[in-house]
């Protein structure tokens, strides 16, 4: 009973089983490296803060596109109800918005908007902008 000078206290849940939940199982885990992997076998994209991929699908897809004087980037979709601007030498450039993109209301107000920092790959606000432009209606198919 006494251990180190002091009393010690028993355990009361001693021998009662901890239950375990699923979903602490099923927390996702590292996948496990094959043992022919090596480390550069595959290079995942790196932020360049350059506009191309984004500009080439924006292009493609119709939309308007003006540069300013000041070298920033602004877009409108077709229908003017996404803006998408590369804003370098703007202010909010200098907190780390890189990348505005906003969806409009009829009004020309933002309904909802998403920021992307310098840093982060183009091809992933490529992505980003695909998978809008690949959506057909305003609700996701889980909803509608």
């Known amino acids: 009973m006494f251990k180190y000078g002091r009393r ?10 901890v239950p375990v ?7 996702p885990r590292p996948a496990k490296l094959h043992p022919l992997h090596t480390p550069d076998t595959r290079e995942w994209p790196t932020g360049c803060d350059c506009a191309g991929p984004v500009l080439a699908l924006l292009e493609a897809h119709g939309w308007t596109r003006i540069t300013d004087p000041d070298a920033n980037v602004h877009c409108t979709s077709p229908d003017g109800a996404m803006y ?7 202010p909010a450039a200098r907190h780390g918005d890189l990348w505005h993109i906003r969806a409009l209301d009829l009004d020309g107000a933002p309904v909802w908007q998403q920021t992307f920092p310098s840093g982060i790959p183009p091809q992933a606000v490529a992505g980003f902008l695909a998978g809008l432009i690949a959506t057909p209606s305003a609700l996701c198919a889980h909803c509608s």
């Not at 010690?8 to 089983?17: D, H, L, R, W």
């Not at 939940?21 to 927390?27: D, F, I, K, P, W």
């Not at 998408?84 to 703007?90: K, M, N, Q, S």
């Open 84 to 90: 998408v601007g590369f804003l370098p030498e703007a």
């Open 8 to 17: 010690e206290k028993p355990q009361v849940n001693e021998g009662i089983p």
């Open 21 to 27: 939940t699923y979903s602490a199982l099923a927390l």
